[in-house]
């Protein structure tokens, strides 16, 4: 990925946000591609696998077992359409662990919507400070998914209370978390709406954009990595009571590349989610209204000749 990265960027180009917004999609959109195929292989593999080996052993056993044989012939002849079976229960019990892939898709939302293209790219700082603003994100985003992996996401069904869903035992049990979500997804949606009113002047502060996105960083990593290592012990504890057989619970590789495929997928439409607010504000931005409430009456230089610009392209 850092090779196919490396060549967009040569070839499209990095000196303008949008360039590198493209550059940032088609990575994501390859990524998608990459892990779509490869949880197709990987499946195709496990179905002929177990049926090769289920065909040696019933010739290993051959003499003195012709009964037993044609047993096994018929399971084996049924045992494609049984994966098949197993592979549609696994999508079917996606809703099941719902309350995690939120979490997941907050993560993926912090670090791909928001930052940092929105935050600090939009905001009028110098280049040196967005790109200060911007290795602090990622920084911070590292360390919060390798923490995630601290957390014990163990469920302990005695605590849920005999009046209790399923669903909201799983809810209240992440109330942190999505109070959490819901405080910093609140912030960084002020900071966007104030790029676009100018109606605060302590959001364009450098300090202030630094530990903003070093804390969102540090959260968008803990909630992508507990979203993805959470959702398997969702599984067991609804397996235990009795809801999910044992049959789902021995495909966990699969399970695990579904969760993988959906941060694909929610990443690469974040992306262009961004890309279209972006240009909106990038609009927003060149308009007179902008430019006159932007700089409080203070005409410089640099405001008279863009507002002439726009002048110029109303006549």
Not at 60 to 70: A, D, L
Not at 167 to 174: E, G, K, M, Q, S
Not at 251 to 280: G, H, K, P, V
């Amino acid at each position: 990925m850092g090779l196919f990265q490396l060549i967009m960027e040569h070839i499209i180009g990095t000196s303008s946000t949008p360039q590198m917004r493209l550059c940032a999609i088609l990575c994501y959109a390859i990524k998608i591609t990459i892990a779509f195929f490869t949880a197709l292989w990987v499946t195709y593999l496990y179905i002929m696998y177990d049926e090769r080996v289920k065909e040696i052993e019933k010739e290993e056993k051959k003499n003195g077992q012709e009964s037993g044989n044609s047993a096994d012939a018929g399971d084996s002849s049924n045992g494609s359409e049984k994966k098949v079976q197993l592979l549609g229960k696994v999508i079917v019990v996606v809703p099941y662990y719902s309350p995690r892939l939120v979490i997941q898709t907050v993560g993926t939302i912090l670090r791909v919507f928001f930052h940092p293209c929105l935050i600090p790219f939009l905001i009028d700082l110098s280049n040196r400070e967005k790109l200060v603003i911007s290795l602090s994100f990622m920084f911070f985003d590292f360390i919060g998914v390798n923490y995630a992996s601290n957390f014990d996401e163990t469920i302990d069904p005695s605590e849920r209370a005999p009046s209790q869903s399923h669903i909201v035992f799983l809810v209240t049990r992440d109330l942190t978390l999505h109070l959490v979500w819901i405080s910093t997804i609140s912030i960084a949606s002020f900071i966007v709406w104030n790029i676009w009113t100018c109606k605060f002047e302590f959001t364009n502060s450098s300090f202030f954009l630094l530990i903003l996105a070093s804390v969102n960083g540090f959260i968008g990593g803990i909630f992508t990595g507990r979203g993805l290592n959470g959702c398997f012990p969702i599984l067991e504890y609804y397996n235990g009571q009795g809801i999910i057989g044992d049959d789902i619970i021995k495909l966990d590789n699969i399970i695990n590349d579904i969760a993988l495929s959906f941060d694909y997928i929610m990443c690469f439409l974040m992306s262009l989610f961004s890309n279209i607010t972006e240009r909106f504000i990038l609009n927003h931005k060149n308009s007179r209204e902008y430019i006159l409430s932007s700089n409080k009456g203070d005409l410089s230089i640099e405001t008279v000749n863009a507002l002439l610009m726009q002048f110029k392209g109303s006549l």
